[in-house]
């Protein structure tokens, strides 16, 4: 056993350098409009300028239900894989009924709106329909995934694809309910950034 013979040692020579303790931290604000935005803009512009790129309802119907990914379906297809009992299948299926008609019902109105626009709508207007839309269907989602934790085991989410893992995960859904740098529409997401 040997003593280090410099401890305690003040004088400068003695002394080791050592680089001072640093902290970076980066952040990511996106300037200018959403992604949702920015395709609400061009969706809009295309029907104006040409009448045979007019989106349908159902097609305004269909692009605002699906900007958010349903992990219960996801779930459902791997219930074989996942061991799901009868009851979390049958829970997990009623869940998935309720949500969607939820979420058609939220975007009904809102799409026959886009559908009957003419050359004088307000961009800003219809965009906050549909960010009100897209706040109620992420709110419903986050009260549904609070369920759907509570059925299903730790070991049946440790099977699942981190994506779905995400959406069960209400912060997440928090972090994109506004539509930020971090997700990318029609159900696509990339990494996990906590933002506003």
Request: no cysteine.
């Amino acid at each position: 056993y040997e003593v280090n013979q410099r401890f305690g040692a003040t004088n400068p020579q003695f002394l080791v350098q050592r680089s001072p303790v640093s902290m970076s931290i980066t952040f990511k604000v996106d300037l200018g409009p959403t992604r949702e935005r920015q395709m609400l803009s061009q969706q809009f512009g295309f029907a104006m300028k040409q009448a045979d790129r007019r989106e349908s309802e159902f097609g305004y119907r269909s692009m605002g239900a699906s900007g958010i990914s349903n992990p219960m379906t996801t779930i459902l297809r791997s219930q074989d894989s996942l061991r799901l009992t009868s009851v979390q299948a049958d829970s997990i299926a009623s869940m998935n009924r309720r949500y969607a008609y939820r979420t058609d019902s939220l975007w009904t109105p809102v799409a026959r709106r886009f559908a009957a626009l003419d050359s004088n709508y307000k961009l800003g207007v219809e965009y906050d329909r549909y960010l009100l839309a897209r706040h109620d269907q992420i709110d419903f989602m986050i009260s549904v995934v609070n369920a759907l934790r509570e059925l299903l085991t730790d070991a049946q989410r440790r099977k699942l694809p981190q994506s779905i893992n995400n959406m069960l995960d209400p912060q997440y859904l928090r972090a994109m309910r506004n539509g930020n740098g971090m997700y990318v529409p029609f159900g696509g997401t990339v990494g996990f950034n906590v933002g506003g």
